[in-house]
């Protein structure tokens, strides 16, 4: 059995906003060390509830575990370029084939090709047309993750620049699809099995429209 980390770390981002201060000193004295977090529930690895895009759906808390917890199949995207479009057809070659309900893992290993704390992550990331996300509705998965910005306008907003919604295709067409999202993997090049078992339990955060998680992989069970 293996146990295969895909979570960023939560730490200063140029992206993000975020704070890291720690308090107290074990060594000076102190009885605690307590550690204080400041994050968007948007940044690194995390999970996207359907309220995220649709008013009056679920939260994250109402997100059931059983959506991001239990079998996986990986779609490897071997030799994936800079800025590539990715279509149903590249998706479906690199299907190893599985049953509605699964989570589906799209693995381009991008974060062994650009770190994620740099621009070039995400202005040079692959992502998908409409015709890939309707592909991925189609095959009927609980969730969908991903190990690149999957939709071309989160480069843009690196610029703030905004562009109609419904070129955020992933999250248009998969979330009104009832399938939730799991973004920003890393490490999945360390997969080696077509098939795992994916953990990506968010943090119960009551009325929040997504959480950050620890995701991981299992491999060498029967899933």
């Given at each position: 059995?293996?146990?295969?980390?895909?979570?960023?770390?939560?730490?200063?981002?140029?992206?993000w906003r975020t704070q890291v201060t720690v308090a107290g000193d074990i060594a000076?004295?102190?009885?605690?060390?307590?550690?204080?977090?400041?994050?968007?529930?948007?940044?690194?690895?995390?999970?996207?509830?359907?309220?995220?895009?649709?008013?009056?759906?679920?939260?994250?808390?109402?997100?059931?575990?059983?959506?991001?917890?239990?079998?996986?199949?990986?779609?490897?995207?071997?030799?994936?370029?800079?800025?590539?479009?990715?279509?149903?057809?590249?998706?479906?070659?690199?299907?190893?084939?599985?049953?509605?309900?699964?989570?589906?893992?799209?693995?381009?290993?991008?974060?062994?090709?650009?770190?994620?704390?740099?621009?070039?992550?995400?202005?040079?990331?692959?992502?998908?047309?409409?015709?890939?996300?309707?592909?991925?509705?189609?095959?009927?998965?609980?969730?969908?993750?991903?190990?690149?910005?999957?939709?071309?306008?989160?480069?843009?907003?690196?610029?703030?620049?905004?562009?109609?919604?419904?070129?955020?295709?992933?999250?248009?067409?998969?979330?009104?699809?009832?399938?939730?999202?799991?973004?920003?993997?890393?490490?999945?090049?360390?997969?080696?099995?077509?098939?795992?078992?994916?953990?990506?339990?968010?943090?119960?955060?009551?009325?929040?429209?997504?959480?950050?998680?620890?995701?991981?992989?299992?491999?060498?069970?029967?899933?």
């Amino acid at each position: 059995m293996r146990i295969i980390d895909l979570s960023m770390p939560i730490a200063p981002h140029f992206r993000w906003r975020t704070q890291v201060t720690v308090a107290g000193d074990i060594a000076a004295g102190d009885q605690f060390r307590v550690t204080r977090l400041d994050a968007t529930c948007h940044g690194f690895t995390h999970v996207d509830a359907r309220a995220h895009i649709l008013a009056d759906a679920p939260t994250i808390e109402q997100t059931s575990l059983e959506r991001v917890v239990g079998p996986c199949r990986v779609l490897r995207l071997a030799g994936i370029s800079p800025e590539e479009e990715i279509g149903p057809d590249r998706l479906s070659a690199a299907d190893p084939g599985g049953a509605p309900g699964e989570i589906i893992l799209l693995a381009a290993g991008w974060s062994a090709l650009r770190n994620s704390n740099t621009p070039e992550f995400w202005r040079d990331a692959p992502w998908l047309n409409r015709a890939a996300a309707e592909w991925l509705a189609e095959r009927k998965p609980s969730a969908v993750a991903f190990d690149f910005p999957q939709d071309y306008p989160i480069r843009l907003l690196l610029d703030n620049i905004q562009v109609p919604f419904e070129q955020h295709v992933t999250h248009d067409v998969l979330l009104r699809h009832d399938i939730t999202l799991i973004e920003y993997l890393v490490n999945t090049d360390d997969l080696r099995e077509p098939r795992c078992l994916l953990s990506a339990a968010p943090l119960k955060i009551p009325n929040a429209d997504g959480a950050p998680a620890r995701v991981y992989a299992i491999e060498g069970l029967s899933v």
